[in-house]
């Protein structure tokens, strides 16, 4: 299961914001604090940028903030290549257009954001309180962004945990159930990317997520796309209908219906 117990500290220097803060501390069951005190400790930090989670005595690190605006997604939205991107083919794009999508395992939703901006309507639902904070904060940050508003439009969050929102759901409540649970860990560390070197310090691993696949091939109205670690095992040890394999990472999809 998901570590939710990791305590880390709400740190928060500036006064105009300590209002907020400290309801957000509340909601978390945060102590909060007007400096760091441990610089080897996660901290979240609330400030001008938004919400960050640091390791602050890790300066090559550097702070994880959740921004929908910033250079690699706005290049990735503008060049990235459209419908023919890994993700959009894979969630079946090509086929159909604006597709609502179930993603039950949300972590930084840079994938929601690349569908969203591609016309679909998601649904992300991420049960670490922090991490869904962070995503929160950038979705609140967005609304006044001109060039992502109308994409988060499309993009609702809910804190809790995807098995029991699927489980309050009828059959077919999605065209597609896109499942991206935490990699296992490989070892190379110099591979891993920010948010995953944070979120296995803090997180831990998915040790549940062969859980998802079931409930997920119910609420699919077309499919279900698990992405994985290209050489890692299915989800669940249940072979899919097809793959989509790319240099590091596969898509698994198990198709309920044609989307023709």
Not at 15 to 25: H, R
Not at 169 to 180: C, G, K, M, R, T
Not at 212 to 225: D, F, N, Q, S
Request: glycine share 6%; net charge positive; charged share 25%.
């Amino acid at each position: 299961m998901t570590d939710h117990s990791f305590q880390l500290e709400l740190v928060c220097t500036q006064e105009s914001l300590q209002d907020k803060a400290q309801q957000l501390a509340v909601r978390l069951g945060l102590s909060l604090c007007t400096q760091v005190k441990d610089d080897s400790q996660l901290s979240l930090l609330l400030n001008e940028s938004g919400l960050s989670l640091l390791r602050p005595g890790d300066k090559a690190l550097g702070a994880l903030l959740v921004d929908f605006n910033d250079g690699a997604l706005t290049w990735r939205r503008n060049h990235g290549g459209g419908t023919g991107q890994a993700v959009a083919k894979a969630v079946g794009l090509k086929q159909k257009k604006a597709l609502t999508i179930l993603d039950a395992t949300a972590g930084t939703a840079t994938d929601s954001f690349v569908l969203a901006a591609l016309g679909c309507h998601m649904t992300m639902v991420e049960r670490h309180p922090i991490v869904a904070a962070l995503l929160e904060d950038a979705l609140l940050r967005a609304q006044n962004e001109v060039d992502v508003y109308d994409i988060t439009q499309r993009m609702k969050l809910h804190n809790g945990s995807s098995l029991q929102y699927m489980h309050n759901l009828a059959n077919d409540s999605f065209d597609v159930v896109y499942l991206d649970p935490m990699f296992p860990h490989s070892g190379k560390k110099a591979q891993v990317k920010k948010s995953m070197q944070y979120f296995r310090d803090m997180v831990g691993k998915d040790e549940d997520a062969d859980d998802l696949l079931a409930p997920a091939i119910r609420l699919a109205k077309y499919r279900v796309v698990v992405k994985r670690p290209r050489k890692s095992p299915h989800l669940n040890n249940q072979t899919p209908s097809y793959s989509q394999e790319g240099k590091a990472n596969r898509f698994d999809i198990y198709v309920n219906k044609s989307m023709k």
